[in-house]
Nanobody, 117 residues
Framework: QVQLVESGGGLVQAGGSLRLSCAAS????????MGWYRQAPGKQRELVAT???????NYADSVKGRFTIARDNAKNTVFLQMNSLKPEDTAVYYC???????????WGQGTQVTVSS
């Protein structure tokens, strides 16, 4: 089992920045991809960004150039630096981790990000 704990959400004005963190614990030796997803009210959960253990990244078009995902493998933590935030970025942000051996996908509890106009 893998436990994911997110932190760093909050309320920010449009144009501002926030940094989310997600710390993984448990049986994590086979976790290869970690990422961030978000879900706005009334909408489906969508990909924000992912990063492999080797550092390869993938971003949703809507956040390219504004968000940066990073990973500290020694601390089993993934970060999401969010700059130039827009009201449409308002959502609950979830961290996920994918096990390359079992195919299991683990989710954090989510952290609220609210961007006011």
């Amino acid at each position: 089992q893998v436990q994911l704990v997110e932190s760093g959400g909050g309320l920010v004005q449009a144009g501002g920045s926030l940094r989310l963190s997600c710390a993984a614990s448990g049986i994590i030796f086979s976790i290869n991809v970690m990422g961030w997803y978000r879900q706005a009210p009334g909408k489906q959960r969508e990909l924000v960004a992912t990063i492999t253990v080797g550092g390869s990244t993938n971003y949703a078009d809507s956040v390219k150039g504004r968000f940066t995902i990073a990973r500290d493998n020694a601390k089993n933590t993934v970060f999401l630096q969010m700059n130039s935030l827009k009201p449409e970025d308002t959502a609950v942000y979830y961290c996920d981790a994918r096990d390359r051996l079992t195919g299991a996908v683990y989710w954090g509890q989510g952290t609220q990000v609210t961007v006011s106009s």
